[in-house]
């Protein structure tokens, strides 16, 4: 969604329009990322085509990861 503003005679903001509509995945963490010139934005959207599959779990990743920084 974007919020017109205006900050000419102080700070005056119009009702809220959405941008696009999107199906999200379902995660906990961010969904979007906006480029760095403004212009695009990357979305983590869900995609029918390709379901998923599988999900692997790696349980003690941090303590694999320090064992193999040893050797």
Same mark, same amino acid.
């Given at each position: *969604?974007?919020? /017109?503003?205006?900050?000419?005679? $102080? @700070?005056?903001?119009?009702? /809220?329009? @959405?941008?696009? #509509?999107?199906? *999200?995945?379902?995660?906990? %963490?961010?969904?979007?990322?906006?480029a760095?010139d403004?212009? #695009? @934005? &990357? &979305?983590?959207?869900? !995609? /029918?085509?390709? /379901?998923?599959?599988?999900? %692997?779990?790696? *349980?003690?990743? &941090?303590?694999q &990861? *320090?064992?193999? $920084?040893? !050797?």
């Amino acid at each position: *969604m974007a919020v /017109p503003v205006t900050t000419t005679s $102080g @700070f005056e903001r119009a009702a /809220p329009e @959405f941008l696009f #509509r999107a199906e *999200m995945t379902s995660t906990a %963490h961010e969904q979007y990322d906006v480029a760095a010139d403004a212009q #695009r @934005f &990357l &979305l983590q959207i869900k !995609n /029918p085509d390709y /379901p998923a599959k599988e999900i %692997h779990v790696v *349980m003690n990743w &941090l303590e694999q &990861l *320090m064992d193999k $920084g040893e !050797n």
